[in-house]
């Protein structure tokens, strides 16, 4: 039954800070990606990936 490990979960505003850009072009980019830049969008899929965010984050599936 091993650990008690602590889990960060990724919230958009780390998106944003990792990514260099506001959690309202975030949004937009997961949201509505044909409102924002191509690079905006680029920006913020790399960003997701490296901070582990999911959409699904926020909500509790147990």
């Given at each position: 039954?091993?650990?008690?490990q602590?889990t960060?979960?990724?919230?958009?505003?780390?998106v944003a800070?990792?990514a260099?850009?506001?959690?309202?072009?975030?949004?937009?980019?997961?949201?509505n990606?044909?409102k924002?830049?191509e690079?905006?969008?680029y920006?913020?899929?790399?960003?997701v990936?490296?901070v582990?965010?999911?959409s699904h984050s926020?909500?509790?599936s147990?």
């Amino acid at each position: 039954m091993g650990h008690n490990q602590e889990t960060t979960v990724a919230t958009m505003k780390d998106v944003a800070k990792h990514a260099g850009i506001s959690t309202a072009t975030v949004s937009r980019a997961l949201m509505n990606p044909g409102k924002v830049s191509e690079a905006a969008r680029y920006k913020v899929e790399q960003a997701v990936i490296a901070v582990g965010y999911s959409s699904h984050s926020m909500t509790n599936s147990s």
